[in-house]
């Protein structure tokens, strides 16, 4: 929503917090209590279908967990914060409505190693003695967290959401109402061509490159996970390497989201409009020789982080057609090449000599300006 120079967006922060042993306890409670109440809830959801045709909603399920908590065999569902086990059915059927939209695959049961979430939410007649930006937060049954501020955020949460990751470090994160001011006009354009050898190339000859997170881990990795498969599964030697897998997993994944935002975040400051291709991304990783390679670049994420910042900054993103023949045909004169990935060099006869992916960039920038009847410069 747009009010003069100034947008007024939802912006995530996210807070690496370090909780006292106390709230460790009370923490793996609540995970475990909202874990039970999804898989339970999953069940009689899936059960219900399967035999009876039936479907439950989330009012359905609330009423079923307020009857569970009367009896004695459940009363341990009262330890945890009502708001969070609330929270947990309301994600469900979001799932539900997900799954049906043909938006995301159907539900799955959580685990206990894996990723484990709560949300709370914030009472905003009392907020200001339980929040305050940069200073302290304080949830209920948890009290004040020790958290990490590595920046003030602007506004006044109403939900938090805890995390703690597959590799045992604990975060909050939560949303606020902020003023986004658009970045100044270039009046420049440009064409990116994504790929793997370089995650992104520009039509004004930019090569991004591609730092290959996966492969520079993977031989750590490869032998961390041998490891951990020789060992008894449980046992406390078993946990310890976990938690060692997990950490090289969540170092891949978080270096190779610095890159791209970093990325994007320098193509959005230097451009106005930026033109892409519409990737067919899951279909991509179907392919058994790239596939590793694909999902190391993030071609998605650097898509979704542009989009997301564009529209945050006042700048536009223009979707070509996956279909566009950018890669075999000739900037200079149009013609069309066989273009097989070993070949790097674009040659045609017109005398045009070109890296294949800068040609290609070229050609999508040509394409999402056709008919748009602004002047944009097309090189630095």
């Not at 009370?26 to 399967?50: C, P």
């Not at 020790?146 to 955020?153: D, N």
């Not at 542009?306 to 900054?313: D, F, R």
């Amino acid at each position: 929503m747009w009010f003069n120079d100034y947008m007024i967006q939802q912006k995530a922060y996210k807070f690496r917090f370090y909780p006292t042993r106390d709230q460790i306890e009370q923490l793996n409670r609540e995970f475990g209590h909202a874990r039970f109440v999804w898989n339970h809830a999953l069940g009689l959801r899936s059960k219900a279908y399967r035999r009876r045709g039936e479907s439950i909603n989330y009012v359905g399920l609330s009423k079923h967990f307020t009857h569970l908590k009367k009896q004695t065999a459940f009363a341990w569902l009262k330890d945890a914060t009502a708001s969070c086990l609330t929270q947990k059915l309301i994600d469900l059927d979001k799932a539900f409505k997900g799954f049906f939209q043909g938006q995301a695959d159907y539900p799955r049961f959580k685990k206990k190693q894996h990723r484990q979430a709560v949300r709370y939410q914030l009472d905003q007649r009392i907020v200001a003695s339980n929040y305050r930006a940069g200073e302290f937060l304080k949830l209920p049954k948890l009290g004040a967290l020790a958290i990490k501020w590595s920046q003030v955020p602007a506004g006044t949460p109403k939900m938090v959401t805890v995390t703690k990751t597959a590799a045992g470090r604990y975060f909050v994160t939560f949303m606020c109402e902020v003023e986004i001011q658009p970045l100044e006009k270039t009046n420049r354009a440009v064409g990116i061509d994504v790929g793997i050898k370089d995650v992104a190339v520009t039509s004004d000859g930019f090569f991004a490159g591609a730092p290959k997170y996966s492969y520079r881990h993977h031989r750590k990795l490869k032998r961390a996970q041998r490891t951990l498969a020789r060992m008894q599964k449980g046992s406390n030697h078993w946990r310890r390497q976990r938690l060692k897998v997990a950490r090289l997993h969540e170092k891949i994944a978080n270096s190779r989201q610095d890159f791209l935002h970093k990325l994007t975040t320098w193509l959005i400051r230097r451009y106005d409009i930026l033109c892409l291709e519409d990737l067919n991304v899951a279909g991509m990783l179907k392919n058994r020789r790239l596939a590793r390679a694909i999902a190391d670049v993030g071609l998605h994420k650097l898509k979704t982080y542009l989009e997301y910042k564009a529209q945050w900054y006042g700048r536009e993103i223009r979707i070509i057609d996956r279909w566009f023949p950018s890669t075999k045909t000739c900037s200079a004169c149009g013609k069309q090449h066989a273009m097989p990935l070993h070949k790097r060099v674009m040659k045609c006869d017109c005398g045009l000599e070109m890296d294949r992916d800068q040609n290609a960039a070229i050609n999508i920038l040509t394409a999402g300006l056709a008919g748009c009847g602004a002047t944009y410069p097309q090189a630095a």
